[in-house]
C-alpha cells in the first residue's frame, strides 16, 4: 500500500519545488513553435498535452484517492461533447462553455460516485467500466442529439476576448495551457491537508475514521475533481479537433489513460508526464505499433503492477531488519509512581444505557450499561471473548451496536447522542480509540499519523487545497513533543516497519493529538516489557492529570490497571457483573469468579 | 364479436411475448448467473474482483470450436459426442489460461493494494481479449450447431432445445457447486481461507493450492457460460465476453456479492429484467439498461436484493 505515494513524504523536496520547474519547462516548450516545426508535429506535442492533463487528472483519483476509475474518458467525452453542443448550437464562448463542460462532468462524477464510494470502494471499478459504456452508447444511439456514429463537425474554433484559436501555433498555446495548469492543480492538491487526508485514507480507511476524517467525502472529492480535469480536457479536445465522434471515447482510451497513471507510479507527478509523453509518442514513431496497441498497454499493467509488489516487498523486508538494528535500547527515565494529585473526578461524561450486540447468532453485549465520569481512569477486564474490544466498537461508532444508547455530556454541559453518528463523527465529538492491533498510516512517517490527529476537528473546505497552500513543513513541535512523551523515539521514521510497541505508543499519541473528550485504549500495554509498561503507565497518567483526560482501558495485565485506574469494570460473556475501587471486594471477586468460571477458561484455552 | 375477438387475439399476443420473454430471460439469466458464481468465487477466496470472467467465457468457447473442428473431424461422433467434446475443449482451454493468469498475475500480488490487484487483472483480460483478437481477427465465427433446431411449446411460448439445455446443465454445475462447498475437503479449505488465509495457513491448509483450485472452479464454470452462449448465440467473437463480464459482475452485486445462492438469483433477475425491458423500451439500449441497473441497485439496495451480502 505505502508504494503508491511517495514514501519520504515530508523530504520530497523535487517535486514540491514544483512550479518553479513547471514554469521553466512552460518557458522552454513556448519557444518551441518558433523554431518553425511542422504540422504534425505540433498536432502530436498537443496529444500529448491533452494527455497529460488526462493523466493528472486521473491521478488524483487513482493516485491520489486510490479509486479505480475505468470509464475514465466517459468525462472527457461529457467535455467534448458539451462544448460541441454549446458552441454549435448555442454559440456560447469558449470559457463558458469550458467551465460548463468541466462542471458539468464533475457534477455526474458526484452523482455517480456518491452511491457507490459510500458502499464498496471496488465496485467503482465496474461501476465506472459500465458507466463508460453507457456514455458511449448514449452517443451512438442518442441520434437527435449527438447525430450517432457520425459525430458531430465543423465545431467553431475557440475565441477568447476576440482574440481566434486558429492555427496549429494557437493551439499548441492553449493545450501547454491546459497540460500546465492541470500539472499545477494535481500538485496543489497532493501537498495540501486534504492531500494527506486522502493519503492516511488509501493506507487505512478504519484508521482514518478514527481521528475524525470522513473517508467518504474525500474520496468522492477526489472523484470529482478527476472527472473535472477530464472534463476540461474534453472541451479543449473538441476544439481543437473541431469534429467528436463516438469512437474517441472507447474503454481503450481509458486503459490508455490508465496506462499513463500506473507507468507514471500512481501518485507521482513528473513520472506521470513522462509516461504519457512516453506512451503517446511511442506509437507515433514505431508505426507498426498500432494494431499491439491494447495488448502492449495490457502486458504494461501486469508487468508494473507486479513489479512495483515485488520492489515493495523486498523494500519491507530491508527496513524490518534495519529497524531492528538501530533499536533504541534506552527507556524513559523513571520517576516514582505519584499517587495522589489529580484532578477532581467531576460530573458524568458518558454514559452507556442498555447496549446489546449481536453478531449472527453470537451475543457479544448484553444490555450493557455504565457511566464514566470526568477525568476518570476507567479499567475493563474480562476474560477473551467477553465483549470488551466489541463495547469500544460500539461507543466509538466504529461497528454501531444493535440496541441501547451512548450519551457524551461534554464540557459545555451539552448531551450529545453518539447513536447513529459515523465513527468519524464520534471522533469529532470527542470519542476516540486505539486499536488492539495498532492501525497507523503505513506510508506516513510517525509525526505526520500524529500531526494528522491534531487536525480532527480543523476540516478543510472544499476550496481549500486549490486556494491557499497550507501544507506546513518539516516536524510540527508539538507532534514531535506528544511523540516524545510517549517514549516512541522514532518519529521521524516510516511506520513500516517500526517495532510493534513502538507503533502502538505511536497511535496513542495519534488519538491523544485529537484532544478528545474521552480516550479508549484498547490493550496498551500487550507485548511491552515491565520497564516500558510503567513509563506507558506514567504517560496516560500525564496525559490524565495535565490534560485531564478521561480514559477506558482494556487491559489483561490486573497490575497495570491496580497503580492506574480509579474504577474498574468487569465483563463477562458480554455483561458487566461488577464495577467498583480496583481493590474493592467486589472487584476482586468478579475478577476471581470469571477466570473461575469454565466456559471463560475454557474459551482461554 | 369481431372486436371482441381481436382484443383477445391481442391480449393472447402480448401474454406469448411476455411469455417467450420469461423463457429467453430464463436462458440468459442461467448464463449470468454460472459468471456471477465465477466472480463471486474468486472474491471470496480472494477479496478482489478477477475481471477476466467475461474473458475466460470467450475463450472456452474459442476452445469449443477448435476442439469441435480439429477432433470431431477424426473422431466419428453424433451431436451427443461432440457436444462432450467442445465442453471438454473448452474448460481444458479456460482451465490452462485461468492458471497461467493466476500464476503469473495474480499470485505474486496477493499482498498488494486493491487497486493494484484490480489493475492487474484488467490487464489480464485485456491481454486476453487482444491476444485472441490478433490472432482469429475481428469477425464472427459461425458456432458449430450442436443442437437440433426444433422447438415445442410452453405456455404460448417457444422453448428451443438449446435453451432447455442451458437452464438444465446451469442448474447442474450450480447443484455440483454447492455440494463442492458444502460437502467436499476443496469446499472446506475454500470457505476456511475465505475466511482467513493467514489461519488457514497455520492450519495447515495448502493457501496457493486452494486458490488454484478456486481459479480451476471459475474457469469451469466460464467455460461452461462461454461454450452455451456460443451455442446459443450461434456466433463466437473476440469481445464476445466483455459484456456478459460486466452483466455477470452485476448480477452477483444484486445477490449480495460473495454468495453463491445470491449470485444465482442475481443472474436470474437481471437476464429476465433485461430481456423485458429490451422488448418493451427499446432493443438498442439493452446493455445501457442492464448497467443502469447495475448502478441503481448500488444506489437502493448495495447489499443486494435480499439479506445484506458483503456491504462493506
Redesign the interface.
Known sequence: ?SA?LPLDWGKLTAERRLPLTALALALALAAFPLTGPSNYLLHVIVLVFVYVSLGMGLNIV?GFA???D?GYVAFYAVGAYSYALLSLHYQIPFIPALLVGAGLAALIGVL?GW??I??????L???T???G??IR??LR?WDSLTNGPRGLMNIPSPSVMGFTFSNPARFYYLGLLLGMFSICFSWKIKYSDVGQQLAAI?DDEVAAASIGINPARWKLYAFALGAFVAGMSGVFFASWQQFVSPESFTLGES?LV?SIV?LGG?GRLWPTVAAAALLVLLPEVLRGLE??R??V??????VI??M???L??SALKKRRSTSLRNKPSEVAPLSPLRTVPRRPIGKTLLSVSHVSKHFGGICALQDVSFEIMNCEIVGLVGANGAGKTTLFNCIAQTIPADTGKIYLHNNNGKVLSLTGQSAFQAARLGVVRTFQQPRLFHSLPAVTNVKLGQQCRNIPALWEPLVHFKYSDGSDSSAANLLHRFGSATYETMVEGMSFVDQKLTELARAIATQPEILLVDEPASGMEPLARQSLSQALRWANETLGLTMIVIEHDLEFLRTLCDRIVVMDRGSVIATGAPQSDQVVRAIRRTLENPETIDAIA | MFIDAVVLKRAQMIDSILSQQLVNGLTLGCLYALIALGYTLIFGVMR??FFAQGELCMIGAFGAMGAVFWLGRHIPAGLIGLTTLAFLGAILVAVLVGLVAER??IR??R??????Q???S??????L???IL?SVGAENYSFPSLFPNSAWSFLGARVTPIQSFVVAFSIFLMVGLHWILRATRLGLHLRAVSESAETAELDGIDVDRTIMMTFIVGSVLAASAGVMMGAYDGVVKYNMGF?PG?KG??AA?LGG?GRPSGAMLGGLVLGVSETIAAGYISS??R??IA??L??FI??VR?GGLVGKG???
Open positions: 500500500m503508491i487513482v486510490g479509486l479505480l475505468l455517480l452511491p457507490t459510500r458502499t464498496r470502494g471496488d465496485y471499478a465496474l461501476v467500466l459500465g458507466f459504456e453507457i452508447l448514449l444511439n488509501q486503459i490508465l500506473v500512481m494494431t499491439y491494447i495488448l498497454l495490457g502486458v504494461l499493467l501486469v503492477v507486479v512495483q509488489e515485488k515493495r516487498l | 478482489f474482483i503469473l498475475a505474486p500480488i499482498q498488494a493494494a486493491r487497486t493494484k484490480l489493475i492487474a484488467l490487464g489480464v483480460s485485456m491481454i481479449q487482444n491476444l490478433l459484456l460486466i459482475f452485476t452485486i456479492f438498442s439500449y446493455d445501457a448497467l443502469a447495475l448502478v448500488l444506489i448495495p458483503l456491504s462493506s
